[in-house]
């Protein structure tokens, strides 16, 4: 059963500063996505990673895979309010289909 | 514009009655998916199907039903076997996952917070 792993669940960080959120999963794929929802809102898609070492960028955010380590990031750098919400990253696995698996989500706050 | 239209965006019923909650698109997608999430959780996938009148069990399938008639529509029946409906709903579509050409994300439509009393 494939298994996908946020860290933190809770991010409290102040504008301007840098962070790191973390995505694990547990067996093999090459393709991770990223999601962003907003509070009482839908999803909405971020990033498409298809292969390892992918690189996405997009404004202050950008997402790497390592699919060796079988491992995610979402990195933010010098963060503003305007980011707060919860992030989601989701895993296609080898066997799954066209299923994904969702991880917990991170819920990032940016405060003033 | 393209996009998947869910309604109703809120929906309250009492205990032990079924709920049917709509699901359309317009994307000429072939996979459509329902999700579920509960306060400060993750998604979890209650079914999904690929092809016109063929759908499969997702993790949490047990209390729902649901029906691929058309292309563009995969209504959810929430039944009263399911012991704790109250959440919201999500709906989802995309291309066909896996097939070479095709590794889209899901699309999702705005969701249904369903209220069970």
């Known amino acids: 059963e494939l298994k996908v792993e946020q860290n933190p669940l809770f991010l409290s960080m102040q504008e301007g500063k840098n962070y790191t959120i973390y995505c694990n999963y547990s067996?093999?794929?090459?393709?991770l996505y990223w999601y962003r929802q907003d509070p009482g809102k839908s999803l909405e898609s971020l990033f498409v990673l298809l292969s390892n070492g992918a690189v996405k960028q997009e404004g202050r955010l950008m997402a790497s895979l390592d699919t060796k380590a079988r491992l995610s990031t979402l990195h933010i750098t010098a963060a503003v309010h305007d980011l707060s919400a919860t992030y989601f990253c989701?895993?296609?696995?080898?066997?799954?289909?066209?299923?994904?698996?969702f991880g917990e989500g991170t819920q990032l706050t940016v405060n003033p | 514009d393209g996009g998947i239209t869910q309604s109703p965006k809120y929906l309250f019923r009492k205990e032990g009655q079924n709920v049917t909650l709509s699901c359309e698109q317009n994307l000429n997608h072939d996979a459509m998916y329902w999700y579920r999430q509960d306060p400060g959780q993750g998604l979890r996938l209650i079914y999904y199907s690929q092809i016109v009148n063929d759908f499969q069990k997702g993790d949490i399938a047990e209390g729902y039903s649901v029906s691929r008639e058309k292309k563009e529509s995969f209504p959810l029946t929430v039944t009263s076997a399911q012991k704790n409906p109250t959440a919201f709903y999500l709906c989802?579509?995309?291309?066909?996952?896996?097939?070479?050409?095709?590794?889209?994300?899901?699309?999702f439509g705005n969701g249904t917070r369903l209220t069970v009393t």
């Open positions: 989701a895993v296609d696995g080898e066997t799954s289909g066209s299923r994904l698996t």
């Open positions: 989802a579509s995309s291309h066909i996952r896996g097939l070479s050409s095709y590794n889209s994300p899901l699309h």
């Open positions: 067996t093999t794929s090459d393709r």
